[in-house]
């Protein structure tokens, strides 16, 4: 089995109210909009939704997976999507908690963990046996770090513009 695993896990603190900032992560179109490397993300009648996301891996190259989650928590306190039951290769857990600070102030807290699982790794990708699982791994979690990072920063304005 040829397995790729990432996470990544971020704190911040916006100068918004908890409210707001709960409205904000609840609206996938700021995911779209604001996550770079999202190619897509639909819900279909199920409720399960569905994300495409492209990745650009060293020695690898460019690849686009298709993850399907569903909506584990939706609280208060947290917004968690997990893998659909009975998926075997593609792996997404995205969780997003929020810690309201006072009447304005918010604390989020991210944190998003990928696994690939394939039976070789040509499965994934035709260039994939040049590296190993470790290499892609690290670049994969490198990527998704630049991601997270960059979706932080522009949801921040975003959340502390209104």
């Known amino acids: 089995m040829f397995t790729i695993r990432a996470a990544y896990t971020d704190k911040i603190e916006v100068s918004s109210n908890l409210e707001r900032v709960r409205e904000f992560f609840s609206d ?3 995911f779209i909009d604001l996550m770079p490397n999202i190619e897509s993300i639909h819900t279909d009648r199920k409720g399960t939704t569905h994300w495409k996301i492209k990745a650009e891996i060293p020695l690898i190259g460019a690849f686009t997976e298709k993850f399907s989650v569903d909506i584990a928590e939706d609280s208060d306190e947290r917004l968690e999507w997990l893998p659909v ?3 075997t290769k593609n792996f997404l857990r995205y969780a997003v908690d929020y810690f309201e600070v006072s009447a304005n102030k918010t604390i989020i807290q991210f944190s998003q963990a990928v696994e ?3 039976k070789s790794a040509r499965e994934l ?3 994939a046996p040049l590296a190993s699982e470790m ?3 690290n670049e994969m979690a490198k ?3 630049e991601m997270i990072k960059q979706f ?7 959340l502390e513009q209104s």
């Open 28 to 30: 996938i179109r700021n």
């Open 125 to 127: 990708h035709l260039l």
């Open 116 to 118: 690939l699982r394939r």
């Open 143 to 145: 990527r998704i770090a």
């Open 135 to 137: 290499q892609i791994s």
């Open 152 to 158: 932080v920063s522009r949801a921040r304005m975003r």
């Open 85 to 87: 039951s009975g998926e």
